[in-house]
Each structure stands twice: as structure tokens, then as C-alpha cells.
């Protein structure tokens, strides 16, 4: 595990601004959180690229889709709870209905605004976006995959969620190596007893618990699920079949992120024993970010019994 | 410039006309909101035949001129008039609300040619012709957007949220129509949710207003020219409508912001507006 870490959200913002020196129709909007987001790098280059509208989420995505409807490719930031929450009709009634190239950069999402408590923690966000017909959602799990999965969906056409973080993480992809697709999901580490399947910041959980798993002789293989809608189906159901067991884990509700999608999928394509580790339904409460993630579960050790549970179910 | 006698009787007469066909429509198909398309004619056929530099031939025109139904319920005359003006073949309106039509209930910008923005759920219109502006700005290009709102609508919360960022981004190539009818849904304005004294929220907010008789062709057409030479803010202009208009038994009505017309009803609408069935 490198020990180099970075926030994502400056990762974000760094990109975005260098997207906005390369490309003149690329614009950014925020809701009073810039420099919370990090637009505000962008704003401060570009100043006339940048529209801060107060706050005033829902009146942000909609300025957004009317940017797009003329050739502009608009970044509207906000914090994903508000994004999901607050702008949740002119997402799907402009951006998602009619496929407009609107990027919807959630950050702070998940539990990692941790001390602001639970009105500000976005755990439905997912399940709301790939509920959406048209809507790309494409989760980030470390500072170079904010990277280039930032600078993937401003090249991507059409309507894309940005899922970010606050939190400062460790770097755990290798920038040299790291290919970063829309829609393909990425093996990190080989293993053939059960396949634990994640997104975001559990990535780094994830390869924690594959680490843990391995001194008691247990082979996980560690796939990073970056983009949830579309998802890498084929890759799935080759993990199901080849180790017989999937475990996933996400910084969201169980109910209808991650877990269902793979589950979605696996249902239909390779049942096979699987365990859903998440936010087991409930509120989650103010505190330090770690201290926080264990608490609710999404913690390497969580993850790693989740692990051997579904493998007595393999049998 | 103001408009010529003929071209006064010409938009009177096309008016009547789009009545007239919007009647015979909602009637035949048993759907649809004829209240508030009614009230706005005058508003849109004005826009598209005098002042909308649009062209049907070049749809995506990225000069054209953006004009934005932010009360998507009157979608049934912003269709009869953008077929009216040749974006889409008039033997299309007799499948408004049907499976396979590309003539939604409420306008489909990936549907239907000329429609530049979904709208349906209230509110959307504004913020959204906002952006439309601000890309002009950046591009330099001079089209200018128009958002026509409904009354009702202004109820909507981020109505305000975007009047307040057009201020501030002093969004002089947009203009707002109110088409003020004082009718929506549940009955009238006054009674579910008093808007007080209109023009004055808006001038609060930091707009030039207009207030006008949106029946009036020649009082829309001089409206919409004076706001073209306000520079450094928005402009509104709040037109004052009757919902149903030009058929007696609708005006005034909220009961006929959308429901199915009878035979008796229809018989004496089109009477009503100069036609015997």
C-alpha cells in the first residue's frame, strides 16, 4: 500500500481546471460550495467560464442543461447529496431525458463529509442516477483515478454523474499502468476462491481485506467496479463463474448501488453466492471519517468477513 | 419597428385559425390542456411569425434564436404552430399523446423538431434559457432566448433562484414572457396561491419589466422590441391573458386547463370561433 496520500476533491479540482486550459467550451457551475469542490480553481482561471449561482442547486443544473443544448460541456458541482436531493428534477427532466452532455460532479459523497453528519452524507445517490434511462455513473476510488476518470467523462458525450469524495486517500493505482475505460471494470489482484467486487473509496478497503484474507490462506480476486451504469456485465460474469463467490462493498445504502447492480446482473447471468456489504439501511451520525466508515462496516475487516461468509455458502 | 396593418390582420387571422385547429384537435383526440394554449396564441404566434429568427430548414442553426415552453402543458399550440411554420408535417398533430408520436404530451427536445428544451415539470424553463444565454454571451453570438412562463408557474421555487442568477449575470439576451391568465390547475391564482403584485417581484429581483395585454399582437410584437434594446439586466414582460380565451364556457375556468372536450362543447367552440360543424 503506498503510503502517498491525496484528496480527491483537489485531485478533481486540479483536473477540471487543466480540462477547462485544453478545451474552451468546456464551462463550470457552482452552488456556493466552490471551494468546498474544488471548482473554484477552475473559476479563478476562468472567470467567465464559471457561474456560482448562489445556493441554488436545482437552478445550477438546469443553467447547466441550457449550456449543453448549445455546444457547451458543462461541470455542475455540488455536494452529491444536494445533487441527488436538491437538483434531483432538472436531472432527469432536462439532462437525462433528452441526453444532454451535462457532467454531474457529486463530491463529498458517501460518508466523507464525515463530521458534517448525515443530512450531508450521500448514501441514495447511486440508486437514484442509474435509475435514470441515459445516465452514466462513474465512481472514483483514488487520487489517480479521479484523474482520469474526470477527464474520461469530459470526453464522454452525453450525460455523466461524477461520483467524488472529500476525503484524503491513499494512492493505490498505478498511474504508469492504469487504464481507465468508461464502462470496463479493472482486476487489481488475482485470486481464484471469490471475487470481491467494489467502487470508490472500499477499493482501497477492498484490497485491505484481499490482504488480510490471504494470510489465512484465502485467494481473493479484487475487482475495481468504477463505472456502475453501464457495468462491465462480461466481467462479472466471468468472475462469478471462474471463483464461484462475489462480495461487494460500497460507501452507499445496500439497497440499490453497487451490490444491486452486481446483483442485477449476476441474478440473471451466473448465480452465485454473493454478500452486499454497505450502509445497512440506516442514518449514519457525525465523526472521524475512518472511525465512521468502521462503524457503519465498510471496513477492510468487514469486508474480509463478509468474505469468508459467502465462502461456507459456496460450499 | 411596429407592425403594418397587414401583418396585424395576418397574426389576428392566424390566431383565430390556431384556435380554431387547437379546438378541433384536443376534441378529437380526448386529451390534452386547451386553457393555457388558448391564452397564450397571440404570445407564440406572434414570436415564431414576427420576431423568432428561426428557420425550419436549418433546425440547428446554432444562431437561431431559442424559445423555451416553460409551461409545457400548452404544448398542443407550440406544436400546431412550429408545424404551422414547417418544422414538422401538419398531418403529424392528429397524433399529439399517441403511441409512436414524436408529439409528446408535454415538449421532447429529442423528439420534436424545433422543440429546444424539455419541459413538463414547472420551473425547468427559466434556468435553463439562462444557460442557453450565457452560451451565447461566451460564443459571442447574438440569438437571444425566450422563455414563456405561465403564472402558476412562478410558484415554483427555483423560478426565483434563476430570476435572481439572470440579475446577477445581467442576462439582457433573455427575455421572460409571464402569460398571466391568473388560472392554473386547482382554480384561480388568487385563490391557491395569491402572487400579489407581479410586475413589482420582478422589478425586486433586479428585472426590467413590461406589462402588456398579451391578447394584443401589436402590443407583444412593440414589447419584445423594447426589450431587445434594454442592456445590462433582464427583461419580463407580463402579459395579461385570459385562460380559454375566445371560447366563453372555457375563460377564466381552471376546469379547462386540461380536460376532455364533449360533442355539445365542441360544436359551440367552433361556433363560438366563427366555424359551424
Not at chain 2, 426590467?208 to 407583444?220: F, K, L, P, T
Request: proline content about 4%.
Amino acid at each position: 500500500m503506498s503510503a502517498v496520500k491525496k484528496a480527491i476533491r483537489d485531485v478533481y479540482g486540479d483536473t477540471l481546471a487543466q480540462l477547462g486550459r485544453e478545451n474552451p467550451d468546456i464551462v463550470a457551475l457552482d452552488a456556493d460550495v466552490g471551494s468546498s469542490s474544488k471548482s473554484i480553481v477552475f473559476g479563478r482561471e476562468f472567470p467567465k467560464r464559471y457561474f456560482n449561482v448562489g445556493v441554488a442547486e436545482a437552478n445550477m443544473v438546469a443553467m447547466a442543461a441550457g449550456l449543453a443544448t448549445a455546444g457547451k460541456i458543462p461541470f455542475a458541482n455540488t455536494f452529491a447529496a444536494f445533487m441527488v436531493l436538491r437538483a434531483a428534477d432538472p436531472v432527469r427532466s432536462l439532462i437525462a431525458y433528452t441526453g444532454l452532455n451535462v457532467k454531474l460532479a457529486g463530491t463529498y459523497a458517501g460518508l466523507s463529509d464525515s463530521y458534517d453528519g448525515a443530512s450531508h452524507h450521500a448514501i441514495a445517490d447511486i440508486a437514484f442516477m442509474r435509475a435514470l434511462p441515459n445516465m452514466t455513473v462513474v465512481s472514483v476510488s483514488d487520487p489517480v483515478e479521479a484523474e482520469l476518470a474526470t477527464r474520461a467523462v469530459a470526453e464522454f458525450k452525453g450525460p455523466a454523474y461524477l461520483r467524488l469524495s472529500r476525503a484524503e486517500v491513499p494512492v493505490v493505482l498505478d498511474k504508469a499502468t492504469y487504464k481507465f475505460e468508461i464502462g470496463k471494470g479493472v482486476t487489481l489482484r488475482e485470486g481464484s476462491d471469490l471475487t470481491i467486487v467494489a467502487t470508490g473509496y472500499m477499493l482501497v478497503k477492498a484490497l485491505e481485506a484481499a490482504e488480510i484474507l490471504a494470510d489465512k490462506g484465502i485467494r481473493a480476486r479484487v475487482v475495481n467496479i468504477h463505472t456502475i451504469k453501464p457495468i462491465d456485465r462480461d466481467l462479472l460474469i466471468a468472475c462469478a463463474r471462474e471463483t464461484g463467490a462475489i462480495v461487494t462493498a460500497e460507501e452507499h445504502n445496500v439497497y440499490g448501488g453497487l451490490g444491486s447492480a452486481v446483483a442485477e446482473v449476476l441474478s440473471q447471468g451466473c448465480p452465485v453466492p454473493m454478500e452486499v456489504v454497505g450502509v445497512n439501511d440506516t442514518f449514519t451520525e457525525s465523526g472521524d471519517y475512518e472511525k465512521l466508515l468502521a462503524k457503519y462496516g465498510l471496513s477492510a475487516a468487514n469486508i474480509a468477513a463478509h468474505a469468508e461468509k459467502v465462502l461456507k455458502r459456496k460450499g | 419597428m411596429s407592425l403594418s396593418k397587414a401583418r396585424k390582420d395576418y397574426l389576428e387571422g392566424l390566431c383565430l385559425r390556431l384556435r380554431q385547429d387547437l379546438i378541433k384537435l384536443l376534441y378529437s383526440i380526448q386529451t390534452g390542456h386547451p386553457g393555457g394554449s388558448l391564452s397564450s396564441t397571440e404570445i407564440m404566434t406572434t414570436l415564431y411569425f414576427e420576431k423568432l429568427r428561426v428557420d425550419p430548414k436549418n433546425p440547428k442553426d446554432p444562431n437561431r434564436d431559442r424559445f423555451i415552453l416553460g409551461k409545457g402543458h400548452a404544448a398542443p399550440m407550440l406544436y400546431q404552430i412550429l408545424s404551422e411554420r414547417g418544422f414538422f408535417p401538419q398531418d403529424d398533430l392528429a397524433t399529439l399523446r399517441q403511441l409512436d408520436s414524436h408529439l409528446q404530451g408535454h415538449p421532447c427536445a429529442k423528439k420534436t423538431c424545433g422543440v429546444e428544451l424539455s419541459t413538463g415539470p414547472l420551473g425547468l424553463g427559466l434556468p435553463a434559457g439562462l444557460g442557453m444565454a450565457m452560451a451565447a454571451r461566451l460564443d459571442g453570438k447574438d440569438f437571444r432566448t425566450y422563455v414563456l412562463m405561465g403564472d402558476g408557474e412562478l410558484q415554483e421555487g427555483i423560478v426565483w433562484e434563476a430570476a435572481m442568477s439572470a440579475a446577477k449575470f445581467a442576462a439582457d439576451n433573455l427575455l421572460v414572457i409571464i402569460d398571466n391568465n391568473g388560472v392554473q390547475l386547482d382554480g384561480t391564482v388568487a385563490e391557491i396561491m395569491p402572487m400579489g403584485d407581479i410586475a413589482a417581484k420582478w422589478q425586486a429581483f433586479g428585472w426590467n419589466v413590461i406589462s402588456i395585454d398579451g391578447h394584443c399582437v401589436e402590443a407583444v410584437s412593440d414589447a419584445i422590441d423594447l426589450a431587445a434594446t434594454v442592456k445590462g439586466k433582464p427583461t419580463v414582460i407580463v402579459a395579461k391573458t385570459v385562460k380559454g380565451k375566445g371560447v366563453s364556457f372555457m375563460e377564466g375556468k381552471s376546469a379547462w386547463h386540461g380536460k376532455p372536450i364533449s360533442k355539445d362543447e365542441y360544436v359551440n367552440a367552433m361556433k363560438e370561433l366563427g366555424v359551424n360543424v
